[in-house]
């Protein structure tokens, strides 16, 4: 066996480049594997060369893998904490700091909610819905009735808006690999990022990039700092939050869904609300003048729905809200598109009535919720006097179905998993105050409109998006106006078998026997996320769907996949959909937006033509991408 090692050298500038802490080691993300070095100067001046290294360590006493001398240094690009450590010396890089923020920076506030789709009372006209604050946001606010993500489940959609490219461009499908790999986006400017090397002061809590994707939460690289807890309330169930003990099968309690009965003060939604409140604090109590940066992620309405006992019983009587007028799965629809959830196995499969209506309300009680904790911010962002120099935008990291088509959650690719809320509060806009515009966004646009309406310099590097600050100053009511004709999204699928070229009876979660080699997983569950590629490495997919909406069509193509080269083969479409969307408002989830006939099954004349367009679209659209 030969084993090569790679030997780094680099200029001696240790004193003065970093703050050394002997005898300390930093767990954190690594870069690499290690870089031998004979010195911890070196390690410094290691680091300090690294654009994406913000902290090392270094052991004299140890070798680095594949190396035969002592002395290993460790670069990494976050700290999760000190552990002590005889020898070997810590340390953070002394980097100069950014420029200020040009005179007359706008601040900005993101608002993320998981899993939500457009169930807001004022904004998308759900009269149903128990949303106080985001309805008064909403008067205020451009509500963005078509806007759409680039791919519907949380950690490829996070990686994409929050890095502001698409997932072909992150390489990220699903939840093993994440934009910051070295050949990937290893020196990527993220959205907040951006700010943070623009002289803001930046703060994050909560689910904004997916739990440890990338690492740290991207560490000192996108924040100043990243809080998702404060003190719990240790008097208080042990700083437990206190659940009803209550099973029941046939309304989905205890398993879908969840009341809080005590102690609210200690569920992780309350604790990144409290430390985004103290965010709030820090950047306008006057210490620190810089333009702030703030974002908030909360986990609702994602599965399982746990909300405060109050909130479900604001929707009283669950039989009164009516359920999906699709209840089944249309027969001309590619069976990629649906998925197994729960006790769900086969496409055949219905959820019971009595449970249906059940879980629509555990879910509006989790949207309540949710907007109850955006209200304790957006409130105090009113009291802090920072609030008419304030971006505040608030929005769903991808769709999610309540029974349409007979699909409940998210990762495909029709219109309700695609579909998210957008709304965007400009206070020195005001012909966006209080309107409604259908023109098309994406998610991938965040950070263009950011940066935009900040009033910083536009990014130079390789963006997905566009701004959308256009539309906010001019918004069109009808037609996608002055901004793009098009959103794009995509969506891998794999083959239980990896055996044959079609997908088998089960359509797609396989048979009962089934194990999944990656997550160990046994039986429909692990078929069922097989089957959307969660847990599947990237080379091993075997098509990719992708999707274009226009203003009046959606089409979609799933296409083989070349896993060595990870891009489409455009030649082998193995299926296609075509959805006609004139008439939709945005408004609903039913109707045409359920998306009962696929026009490309016994395609028309007519059709054709607009197969024939939408397809070269896409093609090019994805191909230059």
Same mark, same amino acid.
């Given at each position: 066996?030969?084993?090569?090692? =790679? &030997?780094?050298?680099?200029? =001696?500038?240790? *004193? ?60 990494? *690009? ?36 998981? *899993? ?10 759900? +009269? ?127 398993? +879908? ?103 629509? =309300? ?21 009291? %802090? ?34 579909? &998210? ?16 515009? %259908? ?21 130079? +590097? ?96 799933? =296409? ?66």
């Amino acid at each position: 066996v030969v084993v090569c090692v =790679v &030997v780094v050298v680099v200029p =001696v500038f240790g *004193d003065g480049k970093c703050q050394l802490d002997n005898n300390a080691n930093y767990q954190g993300n690594d870069l690499n594997s290690g870089v031998p070095m004979d010195s911890v100067d070196k390690c410094c001046a290691l680091c300090s060369s690294m654009p994406s290294c913000t902290f090392f360590t270094f052991n004299p006493d140890a070798a680095c893998p594949g190396a035969s001398t002592k002395g290993c240094c460790h670069p990494k *690009d976050s700290n999760a904490g000190r552990v002590d450590a005889k020898g070997r010396t810590s340390g953070s890089v002394n980097r100069p700091p950014p420029p200020p923020a040009p005179p007359g920076a706008k601040n900005i506030l993101l608002l993320v909610a998981d *899993d939500l789709r457009p169930n807001i009372n004022a904004a998308y006209d759900k +009269q149903f819905m128990q949303t106080p604050n985001m309805d008064k946001f909403a008067a205020g606010a451009l509500t963005f009735r078509r806007a759409y993500v680039q791919q519907q489940v949380c950690s490829p959609s996070r990686n994409s808006f929050m890095s502001g490219r698409r997932p072909d461009q992150t390489k990220t499908w699903n939840f093993i690999d994440d934009f910051r790999e070295p050949s990937v986006g290893g020196n990527w400017s993220t959205m907040p990022g951006y700010f943070l090397e623009h002289g803001y002061q930046v703060y994050g809590a909560g689910k904004l990039y997916h739990p440890n994707k990338p690492a740290g939460n991207d560490g000192a690289r996108s924040w100043t700092r990243y809080d998702s807890s404060t003190q719990k309330n240790m008097s208080c169930n042990g700083g437990k939050m206190k659940l009803a003990d209550v099973q029941n099968s046939s309304t989905g309690e205890g398993s +879908q869904w969840s009341r809080i009965i005590d102690c609210e003060e200690n569920d992780a939604e309350a604790q990144l609300t409290f430390a985004t409140l103290e965010h709030l604090k820090w950047a306008t109590n006057g210490t620190d003048t810089r333009p702030f940066f703030i974002g908030m992620g909360h986990h609702r309405p994602h599965l399982p729905w746990i909300s405060p006992d109050r909130f479900v019983k604001q929707y009283g009587d669950p039989f009164q809200y009516p359920l999906a007028k699709l209840q089944t799965y249309p027969t001309t629809a590619s069976r990629m598109q649906w998925h197994p959830w729960f006790d769900q196995v086969i496409v055949e499969d219905v959820e019971p009535t009595t449970l249906q209506h059940y879980l629509r =309300v555990g879910y509006y009680a989790a949207v309540s919720y949710t907007d109850y904790h955006f209200g304790l911010v957006l409130d105090a962002l009113e009291t %802090s006097g920072a609030v008419e120099n304030t971006v505040v935008l608030i929005t769903g990291d991808h769709g999610w179905h309540l029974g349409e088509r007979n699909m409940w959650e998210k990762k495909g690719l029709d219109e309700l998993d695609c579909h &998210v809320p957008l709304l965007i509060r400009v206070p020195w806009m005001p012909a966006s105050h209080g309107k409604s515009t %259908s023109a098309l966004a994406e998610a991938v646009d965040f950070m263009p409109t950011f940066i935009d309406l900040a009033g910083l310099p536009p990014c130079t +590097q390789n963006l997905g998006g566009m701004s959308l600050a256009p539309i906010i100053a001019n918004p069109p009511q009808n037609g996608t106006g002055v901004g793009k004709k098009y959103a794009f999204s995509q969506f891998p699928r794999c083959n239980c078998t990896y055996a044959t070229d079609k997908i088998d009876t089960f359509n797609g979660t396989c048979s009962p026997n089934y194990f999944n080699n990656y997550t160990h997983e046994t039986g429909s569950t692990g078929a069922a996320n097989h089957h959307v590629c969660l847990f599947t490495p990237r080379e091993q997919f075997d098509w990719m769907g992708y999707s274009v909406r226009s203003d009046m069509y959606r089409y979609t193509m799933f =296409v083989t996949w070349n896993g060595a080269e990870l891009k489409p083969e455009w030649d082998k479409v193995y299926d296609e959909e075509l959805y006609n969307h004139t008439g939709d408002t945005g408004l609903s989830a039913d109707d045409i937006a359920s998306e009962p006939l696929n026009l490309a099954f016994s395609p028309s004349p007519q059709a054709l033509i607009v197969i024939t367009q939408l397809r070269k679209i896409l093609q090019e659209f994805f191909s230059n991408n």
